[in-house]
């Protein structure tokens, strides 16, 4: 069983940054892929960015490329994600998740563990 911890959410304006973070539990950190997922107000869950169990892949949505970096650290069992000239339609709900290294990293149903998610509001 692998929990997942979000935070560093909060309001911000156009153009400003946020870092959030998603502490994980357990010894098996390692073994997981890990991403980030997030969900407007009205819209359906969609994927924001992933990383490989090594860290020697990542993957972004089109929407955040540029913007957006996933990072993860193998000792405090921590993945991140470094947001950049945020936009008000980056307002969501973000949701941390951890899958086996199995799978396409863009795909919701490739991930077993998700966080209680972490508002982000990005106001113009």
């Known amino acids: 069983q692998v929990q997942l911890v979000e935070s560093g959410g909060g309001m911000v304006q156009a153009g400003g940054s946020l870092r959030l973070s998603c502490a994980t539990s357990?010894?098996?950190?390692?073994?997981?892929?890990m991403g980030w997922f997030r969900q407007a107000p009205g819209k359906e869950r969609e994927f924001v960015t992933a990383i490989s169990w090594s860290g020697g892949s990542t993957l972004y949505a089109d929407s955040v490329k540029g913007r957006f970096t996933i990072s993860r650290d193998g000792v405090k069992n921590t993945v991140y994600l470094q947001m950049n000239s945020l936009k008000p339609e980056d307002t969501a709900v973000y949701y941390c998740?951890?899958?086996?290294?199995?799978?396409?990293?863009?795909?919701?149903?490739?991930?077993?563990?998700w966080g209680q998610g972490t508002q982000v509001t990005v106001s113009s």
């Open positions: 357990g010894r098996t950190f390692r073994r997981y892929d």
């Open positions: 998740a951890a899958g086996p290294p199995t799978g396409v990293l863009s795909h919701e149903r490739k991930y077993d563990y």
